[in-house]
């Protein structure tokens, strides 16, 4: 397509249009699903205490410098943690710093890694310490199959490495170490040319390859803990948990299974048509969690509902145009096309040898066509009363969306509370939702 036919009126005939404009979309209702709702109130607080377990706040000498490794995952309350890691850091005599560990993330560039955390909130004066970003890395050893190790240049030139982590199940592959500490040090502290020694086998062999490029890091760089975070159905932090990096090892994968159990679902196991009203980095690696939709990526990672038709008809403003996981959708919208920024989605993409995950679903002129076309592709449905459920993201789903069709269903399922009853979907006079 040349470019004059990009940027030309979409449907110049009115066929597109003509072909949905009869479709009905059905009326929503808004429900919660309840899930376990613990929390830290105190985040500082609990941090400091981990700080006094053995092995954690003696490990560090007074003068030395130390490295802090942060993701670019929205990680609940981000700054806040990553103040209390550098506060005690300082406390005990350390001189902190601050360097992006999320391997080709931010268009696999150092300004764009940078502006990755302080879109997170993390700067130098939200967290106290200063950023030393880069895409230079050190060579730290190889795995037993001769794989290059790579680590974060600055990390290696320190005296002590803190790895600062959530812990979650990951979004293509299953084993005892998916996203977490192990990763971060797999991945994440290794840059682009570390993601992509790690991913050169594909997901198929990601759960042996995370450990082996992980225990690598350990031994030879010089790690002195890792801060392990888990995340509650809420998107609130529920555990914060300092392990001596000797025992990460060990420790990581009783703190994924908790992760797991905690994580939120949609709880209507089949149904038509899924509606997620935005995607992005910032959300998940996916930009929508497959654990929660079932649009994996790969064929090593099962789970979620099952419907027929995925539209995606927004963009976070966190994700910098990375639209990632959009090429598992069925439709999207205008919006997402204009937004999409390929130069940061594209190397992501590359590194995971995975290039249908940036691939452009079914584009349509707005939100209403979107969804009248997800409606329409269905097949043996009832298309006057379709199942379909919406989230506003993967990040937020305790309270959702559902159709009038589902209603029956709901009430009867003590998992569900009613908040609102259904009532049209009101769009704005460019046919999308408000």
């Known amino acids: 397509m040349g470019q004059g036919l990009r940027e030309s009126v979409w449907d110049r005939e009115g066929v597109i249009r003509s072909i949905l404009e009869p479709v009905p979309i059905p009326r929503m209702a808004r429900v919660r699903q309840r899930f376990e709702d613990r929390r830290i109130s105190d985040l500082a607080g609990t941090v400091d205490l981990e700080f006094e377990r053995p092995g954690i706040g003696s490990a560090i000498r007074p003068g030395a410098s130390v490295a802090v490794a942060v993701g670019s995952r929205g990680v609940a309350n981000l700054a806040e943690i990553v103040r209390a890691v550098v506060a005690n850091v300082k406390r005990r005599g350390g001189a902190p710093f601050l360097f992006p560990a999320m391997g080709s993330h931010g268009g696999a560039t150092a300004e764009g890694q940078r502006a990755v955390l302080e879109s997170l909130g993390v700067t130098e004066a939200s967290v106290g310490a200063p950023i030393r970003a880069t895409m230079e890395t050190r060579v730290v050893g190889r795995t037993p199959g001769g794989q290059e190790v790579h680590l974060d240049r600055h990390a290696a030139e320190a005296d002590g490495i803190v790895a600062l982590g959530r812990v979650k199940p990951h979004t293509s592959f299953r084993g005892p170490f998916e996203s977490g500490l192990m990763k971060m040090l797999a991945i994440g502290m290794g840059k682009q040319k570390g993601a992509e020694s790690v991913h050169a086998g594909g997901f198929g062999r990601m759960a042996g390859a995370i450990p082996a490029f992980g225990r690598v890091v350990l031994a030879r760089a010089p790690v002195l803990f890792g801060v392990a975070v888990v995340e509650n159905a ?201």
């Not at 679903?361 to 066509?369: G, S, T």
């Open 234 to 434: 809420f998107e609130a932090t529920c555990r914060i948990e300092a392990v001596p990096a000797a025992q990460i090892e060990a420790r990581e994968p009783a703190l994924l299974e908790e992760a797991r159990r905690l994580m939120p679902a949609i709880l209507i196991p089949r149904f038509d048509v899924l509606v997620v009203d935005r995607i992005g980095k910032d959300i998940s690696g996916d930009g929508a969690d497959p654990n929660i939709t079932g649009t994996y990526s790969t064929p090593y990672a099962t789970g979620g509902p099952e419907f027929q038709r995925y539209a995606v008809l927004g963009l976070t403003e966190g994700s910098h145009g990375n639209a990632l996981g959009l090429g598992m959708a069925d439709l999207t919208t205008r919006r997402v096309w204009d937004h999409t920024d390929f130069d940061e989605g594209y190397p992501n993409a590359l590194t995971c040898r995975e290039p249908h995950v940036v691939k452009m679903p079914m584009v349509m002129a707005n939100d209403r066509l979107a969804l009248q076309a997800a409606i329409f592709t269905c097949i043996d449905i009832d298309k006057e009363a379709v199942r379909m459920v919406r989230l506003a993201d993967t990040a937020h789903v305790d309270v959702i969306g559902v159709s009038e069709a589902l209603l029956d269903e709901i009430r009867e399922d003590a998992r569900f509370e009613l908040l609102e009853p259904p009532s049209e979907l009101v769009f704005d006079a460019m046919g999308n939702l408000f």
